[in-house]
């Protein structure tokens, strides 16, 4: 009989080997979150500002490096330091992985979770699947609209971004921007506003195209075909090429698309998966099976 997702690895492995990816990241977002809000609730302005722009400490700027490309083609020439603080931003997610901002950081991303695992509980249907692509057309379309407009556009009505003013100034309409996201994800397109709508997933998944860090599957011999990887991820088209990759093929997942959230190497019962460099191209074959009895003397 098929276990649930994820329960024969917490079975074999444990509960926290078999989460620790899951919570590392919930516990990653309520950090980043709580940062911005220290202010506005406690008074204590260690950060201040939104995801968009913000600085910490009085001194270090951090600046959306989409942020940053809306204005300039807005024909807005921004501060030095949102220059610089975009520089930082850029170099930093070309390094880890431009997803792994969708995965770690962005507040949204625990609401679309949220409608998955209540689509998934109530067994609903796939429902409508716009392509993957579409998102790249929404980016390009926002940069479009900026420069029509003159404007940041997006940040107009980026849930990221409402969120974050609702949370500090009171939700008003941001409250139904983000219920419409997760209400869409539930009921409209399983996976559908991260997997194939939001611009800025695009545009991070773009960034980080050849970064460093990246998820491999160097024990893929050991995969039983359970299937919980393909289950938990939320772009499973990136595991097929490394998982079934041929002999001499690359273990590495080199999808932009990949979030780097980890839940294939949570759910895995055999440890196929590991987070690692994509320099790392290592494969490891099965161990040569026992040979049963004795050998004549």
């Known amino acids: 009989m098929k276990l649930p997702v994820g329960e024969e690895a917490t079975r074999l492995k444990g509960w926290w080997p078999a989460h620790r990816f899951l919570v590392l990241r919930r516990l990653s977002q309520a ?70 901002y969708c995965s770690w950081v962005c507040p949204i991303n625990p ?71 997760f209400l869409f994800d539930l009921l409209v397109s399983r996976r559908g506003w991260c997997g194939h709508l939001c611009p800025v997933g695009a545009f991070y998944g773009l960034l980080g195209t050849y970064s460093l860090l990246r998820v491999s599957a160097p024990r893929r011999a050991a995969c039983d075909d359970c299937m919980d990887c393909f289950a938990v991820c939320p772009e499973n088209h990136v595991i097929a090429p490394a998982l079934r990759g041929k002999d001499g093929e690359t273990p590495l997942i080199l999808s932009p698309d990949c979030t780097n959230c980890g839940r294939c190497v949570d759910v895995c019962s055999v440890n196929v998966f590991e987070f690692t460099h994509r320099f790392d191209q290592h494969v490891e074959a099965l161990p040569p099976p026992e040979r049963s009895g004795t050998t004549a003397a």
């Open 31 to 100: 950090f980043f979150l709580g940062l911005f809000l220290l202010g506005p609730w406690l008074g204590l302005w260690w950060v201040a500002g939104t995801l968009a722009g913000s600085r910490t400490f009085g001194v270090l700027p951090l600046t959306d490096p989409l942020v940053l490309a809306q204005s300039l083609v807005a024909g807005h020439w921004p501060e030095l330091t949102a220059l610089i603080g975009a520089l930082i931003v850029l170099a930093a997610y070309a390094l880890i992985g431009g997803r792994v």
């Open 111 to 181: 609401v679309t979770d949220a409608a998955h695992w209540l689509h998934e509980t109530l067994g609903l249907q796939k429902g409508w699947q716009p392509k993957r692509h579409t998102r790249l057309w929404l980016l390009a379309m926002v940069l479009i609209v900026s420069a029509l407009t003159g404007t940041i556009a997006w940040e107009v009505v980026n849930p990221i971004t409402m969120l974050h003013r609702g949370l500090v100034f009171g939700m008003g309409f941001a409250w139904a921007l983000v219920a419409l996201v």
